[in-house]
């Protein structure tokens, strides 16, 4: 067992990985498959993981990106990627962190509210995605949208550093009465 | 002959040579360049894990951030753009990927714009079918309307007479039916005593004149009421039979004169 280290390996030439970590299987599998799809210019591996810390036995590439996903229809996954969020290096929350949200569409499922993962995200100082991952077009917009992400944090795109593009997609901060 | 063979030699090594060169060279850029890298590395290496928790995560990271941003801004600021080899194998292979990505690009506006016109030259026609349908329907409105103008005209002028002309006939069938009814019941209630009892025969022999009928009374009488308004009064005759002008009295029809006994009028009903 380990803590997931965002700069422990020298980068593979062209190569970008992207770590997906939810409970939530089916729809991790189904992301994945949607993201080789996209065309990519640099090489891409998509890694699944269903809890953290990972076995530190297996000798793995380094990671660029890691997706936390939770499902809002299961309290169980919010809890566990809370767990999961304190086997992570600091350094990974410099941009190479994003929480992805789905089943917000179907509000009458839902038991866990959007501010808490509003919340949580905000914590972490991550961008927050929402998408239905059930619909297949959205999951094809969502995963079009991580291989670009996932670009930037590989360092692939010139210009653009992970933690700026972050910087851009965090929405205005909350006044701080509201927080307290 | 030998002599331009040895000419044409040696300017084919001098080619090969700088192809050879050049990427030599760029070779060389790519491994100080991964030194770098590996240095970096041996560096980071050496910092040891920090993990987060819920309480203190904002404060750490915010502060790393600040760090980060700091340190992305001096480079930004030190960097200065580096000058490509002015190589012309180099510049031509650079030139080329560039061509090769206008070109695409290009294409790809190109067919966008394409699809834009087809997409124009449909709505066009539907808005075109569109119109002409509107068209059709504004004409057939309008020759609905002339015709229903006609007939509404026509229609309500030839009503109107019609309707005019039968309440003016019904009105004057019913004034002759009225004067009808109104002279039999004098002739059936009121006769002239000429027909009556032997002793009213001795008044008619005593007396010259001739007697009129009750109708003919009370038609002098309103004759006189509406043609002479200012002076409504008869004349008693010898003609009245004394016991209908006593009947008239005697019921309100008519009024004795206040100041000539001998004079009579008729009740002003329509007053």
């Known amino acids: 067992m380990s803590v997931l280290r965002s700069m422990d390996k020298l980068p593979d030439l062209n190569r970008a990985t992207v770590l997906l970590v939810s409970t939530e299987d089916a729809l991790l599998q189904q992301l994945a498959e949607s ?7 640099s090489e ?3 890694h699944l993981a269903n809890s953290l810390p990972l076995p530190s036995n297996v000798n793995r590439p380094r990671i660029d990106l890691i997706v936390f996903v939770i499902n809002l229809h299961s309290k169980y996954s919010l809890q566990k990627v809370e767990e999961f969020l304190q086997h992570v290096d600091s350094s990974f929350f410099l941009g190479k962190v994003c929480f992805l949200v789905t089943g917000a569409g179907q509000e009458s499922h839902c038991s866990v509210h959007q501010n808490t993962v509003i919340k949580l995200a905000h914590t972490y100082r991550s961008p927050l995605l929402l998408c239905d991952l059930q619909v297949e077009s959205f999951r094809a917009a969502m995963a079009r949208r991580l291989v670009r992400i996932l670009q930037i944090c590989a360092g692939h795109v010139p210009g653009v550093s992970a933690l700026n593009l972050m910087s851009l997609l965090r929405s205005p901060e909350n006044p701080p009465s509201k927080e307290l | 002959m030998s002599e331009n063979k040895q000419e ?23 491994e100080e360049m991964w030194k ?10 050496l910092i040891g894990t920090e993990t987060l928790t819920n ?52 294409e790809m506006v190109l067919s966008t714009i394409q699809s834009k016109n ?9 808005e075109q ?23 509404v005209v026509t229609l309500t002028e030839s009503r109107i007479f019609n309707e005019l002309t039968t ?26 005593p000429e027909a009556s009892t032997p002793k009213k025969r001795k008044n008619i022999q005593d007396s010259n004149a001739q007697l009129i009928t009750l109708n003919e009374i009370l038609e002098m009488l309103i004759n006189r009421m509406f043609d002479v308004p200012h002076d409504p009064y008869v004349k008693i005759r010898d003609s009245f039979w004394p016991p209908y002008i006593e009947l008239l009295l005697r019921y309100g029809i008519a009024l004795r004169h206040p100041e000539d006994p001998s004079q009579i009028r008729l009740e002003a009903f329509h007053q």
């Open chain 1, 35 to 41: 993201m080789l799809k996209d065309d990519c210019a």
């Open chain 1, 44 to 46: 891409l591996r998509v």
């Open chain 2, 8 to 30: 044409v030699h040696p300017d084919t090594i001098t080619d090969v040579e700088a192809v050879i060169d050049t990427e030599e060279e760029l070779i060389k850029e790519c």
């Open chain 2, 36 to 45: 770098d890298m590996e240095d970096c590395q041996n560096k980071l290496s």
């Open chain 2, 55 to 106: 309480a203190d995560a904002q404060l750490s990271l915010l502060i790393m951030q600040m760090k980060c941003l700091t340190a992305e801004l001096g480079q930004w600021k030190k960097r200065k753009p580096e000058i490509i080899p002015l190589n012309e194998d180099v510049l031509l292979t650079l030139g080329k990927e560039e061509f090769q990505k206008l070109r695409c690009d290009l």
């Open chain 2, 118 to 126: 087809e997409k124009l030259k449909e709505d066009l026609e539907r």
């Open chain 2, 129 to 151: 079918q569109w119109l002409d349908e509107q068209q059709q329907i504004l004409d057939t409105l309008n020759v609905l309307n002339s015709d229903v103008e006609n007939q």
């Open chain 2, 167 to 192: 309440k003016i006939r019904g009105i004057k069938e019913f004034k002759e039916k009225l004067l009808l009814t109104l002279g039999a019941f004098l002739d059936n209630h009121f006769p002239l």
